[in-house]
């Protein structure tokens, strides 16, 4: 499942938009400020960034822009009464991909939010890449210069998980929750899976007490 973080401190529209997502498949997180918002990105790993900007503490922009000097590059959108020029290229300069002006259309919306993951993800967003590699999400076929790849349905699972967050820190907490695991999965279990994937030939480093990441490749 796809995780969404709205920033949005409207209560009506805050609780419209969740409820919306929500109920498109999206696991939504809400917060209302953008101190909060800080926070629960360095808690969790969202797929999108959906940010109001006049919200308490810091607005929209100055969120953004520490997120993305952070190095986090996770696609955001920014919905704003705010229809000035000023204000959009603002939003543009703080790292925003897309800006909406309210009111908007939520269909027009949840259009926007996947093309920002597809394109993430890779072409069309079913086809996952690293070096000659190539995962398609839609058919589960994995395949090295053309020749299939097999693996097991669970390193299947992880990996993944892994290519839609390349680059990326995942955490044990992390990897139970986007493989929808009901029991957290154990420290030596994961690196036995962790260890099979290198074996495979994927470069995954693991950052002692913080969790494992897939190192980019050219």
């Not at 990105?41 to 006049?54: A, E, I, N, Q, T």
């Not at 020029?85 to 949840?110: C, T, V, W």
């Not at 036995?192 to 950052?207: E, P, Q, S, W, Y």
Request: charged letters at 35%; glycine letters at 8%.
């Amino acid at each position: 499942m796809q995780r969404i973080l709205l920033v949005e401190d409207d209560e009506t529209l805050g609780e419209t938009l969740r409820d919306l997502l929500s109920g498109d498949g999206f696991d939504t997180v809400w917060v209302k400020d953008g101190e909060s918002a800080l926070e629960e990105s360095f808690k969790k790993r969202f797929d999108l960034f959906l940010l109001d900007v006049k919200v308490p503490f810091m607005d929209g922009f100055d969120l953004l822009r520490r997120l993305r000097e952070s190095g986090d590059d996770t696609p955001a959108i920014f919905i704003s009464a705010l229809t000035d020029i000023d204000s959009l290229s603002e939003g543009f300069e703080s790292g925003a991909d897309d800006y909406m002006k309210k009111p908007f259309d939520f269909d027009e919306l949840l259009v926007r939010i996947r093309a920002l993951i597809s394109r993430r993800y890779g072409a069309s967003g079913t086809v996952l890449s690293y070096g000659e590699i190539r995962y398609d999400i839609e058919t589960e076929k994995i395949t090295r210069d053309g020749e299939s790849l097999h693996l097991p349905p669970f390193e299947k699972r992880l990996l993944k998980l892994f290519l839609q967050h390349k680059g990326k820190v995942l955490s044990k907490d992390d990897i139970s929750y986007f493989l929808a695991e009901d029991e957290p999965i154990s420290d030596q279990a994961l690196r036995v899976h962790v260890n099979k994937l290198r074996k495979a030939g994927f470069i995954i480093t693991n950052l002692r007490g913080i969790g494992y990441r897939l190192e980019e490749i050219e």
